[in-house]
């Protein structure tokens, strides 16, 4: 692996208060290439993924996109490299439809007047570069949808926008069995379309069956970023509960926390 | 106006039982979405009624409460029919469907305005005062009281938007100190009659019975045009569209309704044609119609309408996208109380004069339930300005029909009351239903 990651944190500190959140995390994201954000409860997941995101800025640490060093101070600042974030709670205007809520905030016009016929069409286009064929009509409310087709409506809002990052957070949590599968698939293609996507799950078997890499969270600090092939099942889940397994991971978890 | 309404079955949704998805999803015909064709008259119909059983019932209770209330009383009480009760109708309910169309935007936020009708009642005062008192030409007049109301609206939606107090709180401060404003203005009380022509004719004047067949006409073609186009451009792309049958449907009843209204109007009513001739469209109806059209474009077709929708319908996923929610919840405040102005104007046009009732009383509960019996949600993100036309025309007929049956006052309000109860447990019922999947 020559080639320069997408998005490489290195070192990354933040802190709340008199909390230390993230201790020197580092983190690599490939184009083409899903990489699974895995951790326990309070590990920093989600701190780490809104510091991606921009909504908290780091307060030490490189944030290097294609290979550049960036500086994400807001959300705007993220959308503009390409790095779009789905959020567990979606944030879809329930009393919206497909392509309203796609195009939220960034609609097409002509004139004063909203063009919905060419959002109409790209929302279309998009859903179906993305293979989507669960939804029926671009014109229904999302209040009439299932989780898994709002999912995939958040996902496809978020892929709209030529965007190179997708950081997907735990998008497959409130699904059944059937969704989630389908979910899966699509994060899938996201990464077969040539993005970068890192996923965060809980659930082991949604992170086999579609990582390539494996980055494991423990206690606020990078236990180990390894290929998913190079794991297994229970390797990864050593790795989340005390932060090593074997050779992998944190070796000295005393010595770590007094540094 | 009644077409406006049935814009409804417009979206060729189908909503899908929540219980077959597991299996629909993973079998789904991908030509679906590959190739979008027009669908079908009898899918278009499927999916209205699937919509309606799903709790999006839209203007429906309105239009079948109207028809079924039209009926009622002209069986009781033929004079209902008449030419002259008729044009009666339409210029009572005018002032408070201003007013309720305003309330629209501001209940689609899921934000309420109680001091609506008395800061109707203040920009009425402006007006007679500067009219009467000052001498000032009839624009200066009536822009001052747009402006009044603009200003009005700029100080609930502020501190709405950026204090933070509760809609329902600041307006009933408003509704409280608005009462007292118009009653500082008028002098304690002294009733300020109007006399200049312009102001009285809006309310008290028609248009010459060519004229209306005129303007009915111009409406008509432009309604036609804009729908063909946008269905031509849309099958152009390969969109679905409406289907032409209905698209033909829908201008016919549009052409229909509006010429039987239009004759109506246009025969004489007057008592005694020797003493006075009474006939055509009052001005007023020209008045509503091109409001109504203003805020529909503004609330359908404009971006800002969107943001409106999406504020009302999750604010969190409106800040989101980036949309500036004070801004929109501020604008909203704007618009209510700026139509409020018109209700008032209108209201001094109709009364002559204006009095420290002007805008009190039951105008303020008549138009919220008129906006809410037409079908926009109390607790926001659904409703158009159409709503308000429709619930309004209710009101008035429940109104005008009891009061030509004899009833007194405290029947009508007694039963208003009522109506206006049964629509918000329609509202809270179709919520629930939907929130259930």
Partial sequence: ???????????IDKRFGPV???????????????????????????TLVKCIGGIHPVDAGEYLFEGRPVQVHSPRDAAALGVEIVYQDLALCDNLDIVQNMFLGREKRRGLVLDDATMEEMAAATLKSLSVRTVKSLRQKVSSLSGGQRQTVAIAKAVLWNSKLVVLDEPTAALGVAQTAQVLELVRRLAD????????????????????????????RTAAQVRASDVTHAQVVELITAGRSGDLGLQDTSKGAAA | MTALASEQPEQPGKTEQPGKNGTSERTGEPEKTARPTGPGLAELGRGYLDRIRAG???????????????VFFSLLRPVFLSNLNFANLLTQSAGSIAIAMGLVFVLLLGEIDLSAGYASGVCAAVLAILLTNHGWPWYGAVAAALLTGAVIGLLLGTLVAKV?????????????GFQGVVLMLLKEGTNVSIKDPTVLAIANNNLSPVLGWLLLAGCAVGYAALQVRRSRDRSRRGLAGTPPVLLAVRIGAVVVLGAVA????????????????????PLVVPVIGALL????????RTNFGLHVYAVGGSPEAARRAGINVAFIRIAAFVICSCLAAVGGVIAASRGNSVDPNTGGSNVLLLAVGSAVIGGTSLFGGRGRVVDAVLGGLVVAVI??????MGYSSGVKYAVTGSVLLVAAGVDAMSRRRTAQR
């Avoid at chain 1, 692996?1 to 070192?11: A, D, F, V």
């Avoid at chain 1, 082991?204 to 990582?211: E, L, R, S, W």
């Avoid at chain 2, 839209?58 to 209330?69: D, K, N, T």
């Fill in chain 2, 399 to 404: 109104q005008n029909g009891m009061g030509l």
């Fill in chain 1, 1 to 11: 692996m020559t080639e320069t990651p997408l998005l490489e944190l290195r070192g």
């Fill in chain 1, 193 to 220: 379309n040539g993005l970068a996507v890192v996923l965060i799950s809980h659930n082991m078997n949604d992170v086999f069956a579609v990582a390539d890499r494996i980055a494991a969270l423990h206690l606020g």
């Fill in chain 2, 164 to 176: 933070g107090i509760p809609s329902f709180v600041v307006t009933l401060a408003a509704f409280l």
């Fill in chain 1, 20 to 46: 230390q959140v993230l201790h020197d995390v580092a983190l690599t994201a490939r184009a083409g290439e899903v990489t699974a954000l895995v951790g326990d409860n309070g590990a920093g997941k989600s």
């Fill in chain 2, 293 to 300: 059209l203003l805020g529909t474009f503004t609330l359908q």
């Fill in chain 2, 262 to 281: 239009v004759d109506l109007l246009n025969q004489e009513r007057s008592r005694n044609v020797l003493v006075s001739s009474l006939k055509g469209v």
């Fill in chain 2, 56 to 70: 999006e019932l839209g203007s429906l209770p309105a239009v079948a409460g109207l028809v079924v209330l039209c």
